[in-house]
């Protein structure tokens, strides 16, 4: 059995499989602040299923030493800094091998093989969480890369003087991730169906996307996360603000995300 761990901001999945090829059951819950509650709880999901377990792939936000199986930094898990998730669960699984990847890398991937960028070879992923991450996937591969690909940490405002809890000024994460949805406009994205709002934030996005698509050069960019549940609300003048930012470039398709499992999925594609 291989168990896959997907660990995001705001929800946490479990899936398991016998085949590498479906889930034979998900168990979602949401992700804990205290990185022993979270530890605990992914012990507990497992052993409750009394499994024979052969390998545990893990799925995070955050900066991660992959090796060590250490979570560096997360901005939104102040708690979790320097943690390391290999310990606890080899002491619990001893006969367990483990992998660590970065959420949005294996959302890419799964995004790029099963969903909606399968037909295409350069396929760019940006999800739009309670955090922002991304992935450029080439010919069905994560992007090569020597400490993360992080485009949520871009700077788009050199003028920015609050810091963001990244430590950071002016990234994009700060004006376009759900978190920052959120302390804008004072609603969530989720609850939000004022045009006007959605407008104002798709020139947000547009900024942080503009630039991923000169420097990634996608056939496809798909849009994921919790605020692409609202794709149909922001996608008519996200394309209008790419046209006005990019007038020499053809802006590559855009389309929302089509699986709800894209972490979990992606570990059936990654080599």
Request: glycine share 10%; charged share 20%; net charge positive.
């Amino acid at each position: 059995m291989t168990i896959c761990i997907d660990i995001g901001g705001s929800t946490s999945r479990l899936g398991f499989s016998n085949n590498k090829r479906k889930f034979d059951k998900i168990i979602r819950f949401t992700t804990f602040d205290n990185f022993q509650d979270q530890i605990n709880r992914i012990i507990f999901e497992i052993k409750s299923q009394s499994l024979d377990i052969s390998k545990i792939n893990i799925a995070a936000a955050g900066s991660l030493d992959k090796k060590k199986g250490i979570f560096i930094k997360w901005g939104q898990k102040k708690l979790w800094r320097g943690q390391n998730i290999f310990q606890p669960l080899f002491q619990a699984f001893p006969k367990t091998s483990f992998l660590l990847e970065n959420d949005a890398n294996v959302a890419a991937l799964g995004e790029a093989v099963y969903g909606a960028g399968r037909n295409y070879s350069l396929v760019g992923y940006l999800t739009l969480s309670s955090g922002i991450g991304g992935c450029l996937i080439i010919n069905k591969k994560i992007t090569p890369h020597h400490f993360g690909i992080e485009p949520a940490h871009q700077i788009i405002n050199f003028y920015e003087t609050k810091v963001w809890s990244c430590g950071q000024r002016g990234c994009f994460e700060s004006y376009a991730s759900g978190t920052a949805f959120k302390q804008i406009f004072g609603i969530t994205a989720e609850e939000c169906d004022d045009k006007n709002i959605w407008k104002a934030y798709s020139k947000l996005v547009a900024v942080g996307l503009a630039n991923l698509i000169v420097l990634w050069s996608p056939e496809i960019m798909v849009i994921g996360g919790g605020v692409a549940n609202k794709f149909e609300q922001f996608i008519s003048p996200l394309k209008l603000e790419l046209k006005k930012l990019l007038p020499i470039f053809n802006t590559p398709l855009i389309l929302k995300s089509k699986l709800n499992d894209a972490g979990l999925y992606g570990w059936f594609a990654f080599k």
